[in-house]
């Protein structure tokens, strides 16, 4: 394992120090728990957006935190849910009489730390909902697992919500939106290599230099099927294809198209296939309206790339729109 | 012999020397279903629950037991970390005032613990899951009621390791390794793994 690091034990407050530093016009990082959040939290009248979850994303969540977007976000030990008593304090430090909404993505510990931590907060009189987002449509959301991961809709969903309620949106509009964007959001992985997590020093999961994984979330386990290398052509329209079927998406659809590298993923290769999705949603008759294109939720130095495919209409195009301000998305202001 | 606050934190501090020796194996076990951190972040909560009773001394076995509780639940995060939390907090509940726990109540405290394990994380017995070491070893813990606290602990220890294994052959349908289906087939779960170990270190410390 070659990393840039001191002791893996300190690579997340280490790197938060330098988000801090890097961005303190924006975002303040405070220590045990570790949490950041944005600069002028409280807002007062304001729903306060909150998310959170392992690190090793980056830069998600915390590269989130700004204006018109996140209030705070609560990051884990590598690939670690956050403790319910840091996602306390960033409701804490947050919230005010316009309450808080947790975004929580389905993995078992997410769910479990941040219902915790709801119900903390709640027992302190603050109003505080939660929404869960399962975007992944390689898991088969049946009795039998865990339910839907949630992936790369987690960064639009974030997006909207953190729009709303800086427009200021009730707490009762926000969740309301929130639930809207999950209902109509999907995404498929790929994965080319694994991520080293720091304190395994190994990778993930062992992968052949002419196999992929398909289906992957973005904790570097392995995904739901393991295929042979093949062309970025038949690559991406494999993608799309799991994607649009899902919903599913249909002729006249206004999209929002969310290209994403896992981390390892070059812009060379990540535009290039962005450039095979867009023309095969073209062909499919799908209107592609908004675009994102580059690393926003990663895992670690994993080689691969995800799509999402976000329904719009009027409302959340202008959400999309919207003025933001943070260290990962900026536009409008 | 019964348990009082002394031994249950001596059984503690065995237990986190016991976990410490363990953390590759565990981090390994949960690398090939999971996401790699299962060993650290048990790691991360053992050590820190022997720093909370280097510098507090809870005075009975239950506020022991809370104080387990409170620091997994505080230092984990993941799914370990409500999980095991849990286990501790409603163990702490069903001790009570009590200055001694002996065979029955202790059997009562795990039954709990598994009750809460069940409550929070909704698994049953089949899902892959630290609930597959859990149940037999309650079972087996509650055949020896009558057999006093170390060979209550044995039996349960015993019971865990088989139930641990058992999932090497199990289908997931629990936590991240659900998401890999059959693929997951032929390895044992991390959290049963752990579960195992805890309980053998308590009955080693109970001997």
């Known amino acids: 394992m070659k990393k840039i690091i001191n002791d893996p034990k300190t690579v997340v407050a280490e790197s938060l120090r330098g988000l801090a530093a890097a961005h303190a016009d924006v975002l303040r990082v405070e220590d045990d728990p570790a949490i950041v959040v944005r600069v002028d939290a409280p807002v007062a009248g304001k729903v306060a957006v909150i998310s959170g979850g392992g690190s090793g994303h980056e830069p998600l969540h915390g590269g989130f935190v700004g204006q018109g977007m996140l209030a705070a976000a609560v990051p884990g030990a590598v690939f670690t849910s956050p403790t319910p008593d840091a996602v306390e304090a960033a409701v804490k430090a947050t919230t005010g009489d316009a309450g808080a909404l947790l975004i929580v993505k389905n993995y078992t510990g997410d769910v479990l730390n941040f219902e915790t931590a709801g119900e903390l907060a709640a027992a302190e009189g603050l109003d505080v909902r939660s929404v869960v987002i399962d975007d992944d449509v390689a898991v088969k959301d049946s009795t039998y697992t865990a339910g839907r991961r949630g992936v790369g809709g987690t960064v639009l969903l974030e997006k909207i919500t953190g729009a709303a309620a800086e427009r200021g949106d009730t707490l009762d509009a926000v969740e309301a939106l929130a639930r809207k964007v999950i209902g109509q959001v999907r995404s498929i992985g790929v994965a080319l290599t694994a991520p080293t997590v720091p304190h395994a020093g190994e990778p993930s999961f062992d992968l052949a230099d002419d196999e992929i994984e398909f289906g992957i979330g973005i904790h570097g386990e392995p995904g739901i099927e393991r295929t042979a290398v093949t062309t970025a052509d038949e690559l991406v329209a494999r993608m799309v294809e799991a994607v649009v079927t899902d919903l599913p998406f249909a002729e006249g659809d206004k999209v929002l198209l969310f290209t994403n590298s896992m981390g390892g993923t070059p812009l060379v290769e990540l535009y290039l296939a962005h450039g095979i999705a867009e023309r095969l949603l073209a062909e499919r008759g799908i209107v592609v309206e908004r675009r994102l294109v580059g690393p926003y939720i990663t895992s670690l130095e994993m080689q691969g790339m995800s799509l999402t495919l976000l329904k719009l209409d009027d409302e959340l195009t202008e959400l999309w729109d919207a003025p933001v301000n943070t260290p990962a998305l900026r536009w409008g202001v | ?207």
Do not use: W
């Open chain 2, 1 to 207: 012999m019964a348990c009082t606050a002394e031994t249950l934190a001596a059984a503690l501090r065995a237990a986190a020397a016991v976990i410490a020796e363990h953390r590759a194996e565990l981090v390994d076990l949960d690398r090939a279903i999971g996401d790699a951190d299962h060993g650290e972040n048990m790691d991360r909560g053992f050590t820190a629950i022997v720093s909370a009773l280097d510098s507090a001394t809870p005075e009975t076995p239950a506020a022991v037991a809370k104080l387990a509780a409170t620091t997994l639940i505080s230092k984990v995060g993941g799914a370990a970390g409500p999980l095991y939390g849990t286990a501790f907090l409603r163990a702490s509940v069903k001790l009570g005032d009590a200055a001694e726990v002996d065979g029955p109540l202790l059997v009562e405290a795990l039954r709990a613990a598994l009750e809460g394990v069940q409550a929070r994380g909704k698994a049953v017995g089949g899902d892959a899951t630290m609930v597959d070491a859990l149940i037999p070893a309650v079972s087996a813990a509650e055949e020896a009621v009558g057999d006093g606290v170390a060979a209550i602990l044995a039996a349960a220890a015993d019971a865990a390791d088989k139930g641990a294994e058992s999932t090497v052959d199990l289908v997931p349908r629990k936590g991240r390794a659900s998401y890999l289906g059959e693929r997951a087939k032929g390895h044992m779960d991390p959290g049963a793994r752990s579960t195992a170990l805890l309980l053998r270190a308590f009955a080693e410390a109970a001997k």
